[in-house]
């Protein structure tokens, strides 16, 4: 069973990381790093799915999604609850939605406009 910090006990991203601690982060963030499984990840935004909606719902075959959440759950970024032998998925905790937000947010932001020559910002704010 994995133990969920209270929001009290989260560490400020202003503090530095030390090895094992970024070493953790970085393997965590390998759930982002696969098309697939970002499909499945904003597939369960809405709540919990059994393996064949996520796999309709995300264009894939149900073994190659079941493939890809082994390695979500491995990765804790989702869990799972059996119902005799079907399998229901939802993401790990509420920080996933954040989480997915925020890459999504970046992602828009990586496709702006390049910045001005003019030293405006890539909204085509000028900067005084």
């Given amino acids: 069973m994995v133990v969920v910090p209270h929001p009290s006990e989260h560490r400020s991203a202003t503090e530095p990381v030390d090895v094992a601690e970024s070493d953790r982060l970085a393997e965590a963030m390998t759930a982002f790093t696969a098309g697939s ?3 499945l990840l904003f597939a ?3 709540g919990e799915l059994p393996v064949e909606g996520l796999a ?3 264009a894939m075959t149900a073994t190659a999604a079941s493939q890809q959440l082994r390695v979500l759950r491995q990765l804790h970024a989702v869990a799972v609850r059996r119902e005799g032998r079907r399998a229901y998925y939802r993401l790990f905790d509420h920080h996933m939605v954040d989480l997915l937000t925020a ?3 970046h992602g828009e932001h990586r496709t702006l406009p390049a910045p001005a020559a003019d030293g405006g910002d890539r909204l085509g704010h ?3």
Avoid: G, T
């Fill in 37 to 39: 499984r970002l499909r």
């Fill in 44 to 46: 369960l935004v809405d």
């Fill in 126 to 128: 000028a900067h005084a």
């Fill in 56 to 58: 309709e719902r995300c």
């Fill in 103 to 105: 890459v999504r947010h």
